[in-house]
């Protein structure tokens, strides 16, 4: 019967990833059957715990992310958890041997989230690598299946191409992240006078993790790769719009890529991997 309940909690990480995410349930189509499970279920933990952080004002959050990460220890070693979310992560952690200690560096990540950092380059380093190049490696367990040379090869692109794609997210929540949640994450950068210079500087960076990260996606296996480049190319797209607005609209709005452009990613990018053009 427990084959039920896990169903359950694998419909439940689905329904968090429809939900909060139509780009990366986009991308998720293009995996092939055996890894958008576990990829719904590690994107469904890292959205609660996010969530925990940047949503849940007015509730204890500290006290919420110390039950969240406690129940996380609980789930992994007892193999099970009430936590549809949570037993559908667990089961993801055990049949991909994802490391324990990337789930405790994104944890120490979100805890960072709590109180005001003054953010030096060592301290933004350190948050991108829990917030987003763990997240990645995560994922690479999956998307490896299980090849730990193949995973060892292509971790430092996993890694790039999460922080790129978390500095972008950076730029495209400026206004929300500065003025909602008193947050400013790039080291040596002020905000309120933040400019076209300070910008390029920051894009450059990204431009530079991007052309790291593609050499690894090209090399992953055929049941990854389309879906990985599809994430890619939407947070390529959102990037090209970024660069081609000034400062002052970046902290005064929300870029975004349009349902219909994502669409047309989606559909160039698997016209792309089925011709192996990628």
């Known amino acids: 019967m427990k084959n039920l309940f896990d169903d359950v909690s694998a ?6 990833t429809s939900a909060y995410s139509t780009s990366f349930s986009m991308g998720i189509l293009l995996l092939s059957p055996e890894t958008r499970k576990p990829i719904r279920a590690i994107y469904g933990f890292v959205r609660f715990a996010d969530e925990i952080v940047d949503s849940f004002s007015g509730y204890d ?12 220890a609980e789930a992994l070693d007892q193999r ?22 990337l789930i405790n560096t994104f944890l120490r990540s979100m805890e960072m989230d709590l109180v005001k950092v003054d953010y ?28 730990k040379t193949m995973f060892a090869a292509l971790k430092p692109s996993a890694m790039r ?16 992240d500065y003025q909602t949640l008193g947050r400013s994450y790039f080291p040596n950068v002020n905000i309120e006078q933040f400019n076209n210079s300070a910008k390029l500087v920051i894009e450059q960076e990204i431009q530079a993790d991007f052309s790291a990260a ?6 992953l296996p055929s ?9 890619y190319m939407y947070y390529m797209a959102l990037f090209k719009k970024i660069q081609e ?6 902290m005064n709005e929300r870029i975004r890529i349009n349902n219909g452009h994502k669409l047309g990613l989606m559909f160039n990018s698997l016209l792309q991997y089925k011709m192996n053009l990628l």
């Open 223 to 231: 049941s990854s790769k389309g879906g990985v480049y599809l994430a």
């Open 11 to 16: 419909h439940c990480s689905k329904i968090t």
């Open 214 to 219: 593609i050499e690894g996606i090209r090399q």
């Open 120 to 147: 030096s380059r060592v301290k933004y380093e350190e948050y991108i690598l829990g917030s987003a190049e763990v997240v990645g490696l995560m994922c690479l367990h999956v998307f490896t299946l299980g090849d």
């Open 161 to 176: 191409l999460g922080a790129a794609f978390q500095k972008i997210n950076f730029l495209r929540d400026m206004k929300a």
């Open 245 to 250: 607005v000034p400062a002052e609209r970046v």
């Open 61 to 72: 959050q500290a006290y919420l992310l110390r039950k969240f990460k406690q129940d996380t």
């Open 80 to 101: 099970i958890s009430l936590n549809p979310i949570l037993n559908s992560f667990q089961q993801a952690v055990h049949e991909f041997g994802i490391d324990r200690e």
